[in-house]
T-cell receptor
Framework: AAGVIQSPRHLIKEKRETATLKCYPIPRHDTVYWYQQGPGQDPQFLISFYEKMQSDKGSIPDRFSAQQFSDYHSELNMSSLELGDSALYFC?????????????FGPGTRLTVT | GEDVEQSLFLSVREGDSSVINCTYTDSSSTYLYWYKQEPGAGLQLLTYIFSNMDMKQDQRLTVLLNKKDKHLSLRIADTQTGDSAIYFCAETPRWAGSYQLTFGKGTKLSVIP
């Protein structure tokens, strides 16, 4: 079965640089979530999209932005990178409207800021 | 994970049962979830339980829910070395506008051969 695809899997950037993370949800999934997991931490919700519209924001810094495109893939854009942005970034997708909130997670992008 | 609490570590011998505990705070959460994360990997949905159920069994996994105490547990029978991972409980609180998940800190399960 198709899973959530994230690219790249690993990314190394320097402070103050920019990064773009991509997420391709499971086909027919209309909702995408982005989570950030710092070292030894639990995943923290950043932002979500439903049918290409932003649906909710969590603890996402102003330096970050995201969007969902017509083919439902999503991109997380990160600017002025800081050392503290080093983390695993997960994308998850689901089908809106189902009773059970089954979110399927991608393998994550490991971002290292040096 | 500020609203969902878990013990951080658990060590068991292969073949024994593991019990991972979680305390959540939002009684309006309709479903509660258990996710598994292996080293360097993504989060895998293991199982979930509807809030009006007390117990759910799925092969080696048993989920118990005490809604009065807001206590959730995951029991893994006949624990294997492949079960070594971090286990997160998660809920969708009432304030979660788009049903985003709130996770506990995770319990690292180590299985001793």
């Amino acid at each position: 079965a198709a899973g959530v695809i994230q690219s790249p899997r690993h990314l190394i950037k320097e402070k103050r640089e920019t990064a773009t993370l991509k997420c391709y949800p499971i086909p027919r999934h209309d909702t995408v979530y982005w989570y950030q997991q710092g070292p030894g931490q639990d995943p923290q919700f950043l932002i979500s999209f439903y049918e290409k519209m932003q649906s909710d924001k969590g603890s996402i810094p102003d330096r970050f932005s995201a969007q969902q495109f017509s083919d439902y893939h999503s991109e997380l854009n990160m600017s002025s990178l800081e050392l503290g942005d080093s983390a695993l970034y997960f994308c998850a997708s689901r089908i809106q409207g189902l009773a059970v909130n089954e979110q399927y997670f991608g393998p994550g992008t490991r971002l290292t800021v040096t | 994970g500020e609203d969902v609490e878990q013990s951080l570590f658990l060590s068991v011998r292969e073949g024994d049962s593991s019990v991972i505990n979680c305390t959540y705070t939002d009684s309006s959460s309709t479903y509660l979830y258990w996710y598994k994360q292996e080293p360097g990997a993504g989060l895998q949905l293991l199982t979930y339980i509807f809030s009006n159920m007390d117990m759910k069994q799925d092969q080696r996994l048993t989920v118990l829910l005490n809604k009065k105490d807001k206590h959730l547990s995951l029991r893994i029978a006949d624990t294997q070395t492949g079960d070594s991972a971090i286990y997160f409980c998660a809920e969708t609180p009432r304030w979660a506008g788009s049903y985003q998940l709130t996770f506990g800190k995770g319990t690292k399960l180590s299985v001793i051969p």
